[in-house]
């Protein structure tokens, strides 16, 4: 594996999160197609959030027919560059350096939805403040907003802005995503700091679901926010 004994030993206490170069040594010397890489995958999910999102990332998000989701104060995480992620889960006091890597790696891979065929139907809302928070400093901001006006030109995906002006008081309270599934059954998934919720009891949903429609109706359209996101690329640029 062209390793030191003592990374190796790590890795196996725990001590240490396998990288995915790591893992791909491993299978190549077990001669093994892809089960380092694999355990390597759940240990970087593991770092990247609380056992509550698993739930979402693992089991509704990667087969879900639409998405849509509201953040108040981020890119959301599905179309996050690994930059922008790096700086906001490089943020957390709890995340131990080793695990950043890994974390980054899996927030990033869950892009590989939208390359499905067909890809699911994406809205994302996001608050316009977002656009002018330098997440990660001037350069990595200027990344992202680029990456989100291309992205959002994809026929499978809408980004609408809720402006400033709007003051949507209701979009404060919290981020959150919704999921319709094959079945026609929803799920819902609502963060927080510490803990949060996934759900797909009837009554929450629709409850979410409420309040996902109340938000949009602040939105501008999908046209007007891919304009306010190029305004804030040409105010970061100059």
Known sequence: MKCHATL???????????????????????????????????????????????????????????????????????LQTPAYARAVLGSSPLIVSDQLEGAVAARTARRAILDRTPPPRVCVLMDEGVLHRPVGGRNVLLEQL?????????????????????????????????????TGAEVATVDSLREGHTTADVDAVAEIRLWYETIRADACSRFESLQIIEKAVARWTG
């Open 8 to 78: 190796v030993g790590k890795v196996e206490k725990g001590k240490r999160t396998p990288t995915p170069d790591f893992a791909m040594a491993a299978d190549a010397a077990f001669e093994l197609d892809g089960h380092f890489v694999e355990l390597a995958t759940r240990v970087a999910r593991e770092a990247a959030g609380p056992r509550w999102w698993y739930r979402w990332t693992d089991e509704v998000e990667p087969q879900a027919v639409i998405l849509q989701s509201w953040d108040p104060m981020l890119v959301p995480g599905l």
């Open 146 to 182: 680029h990456y989100l006006l291309e992205a959002a030109r994809c026929p499978c995906l809408t980004v609408q802005v809720v402006p400033i002006a709007a003051a949507c008081a209701a979009g404060m309270m919290a981020a959150f995503a919704l999921a319709r599934l094959p």
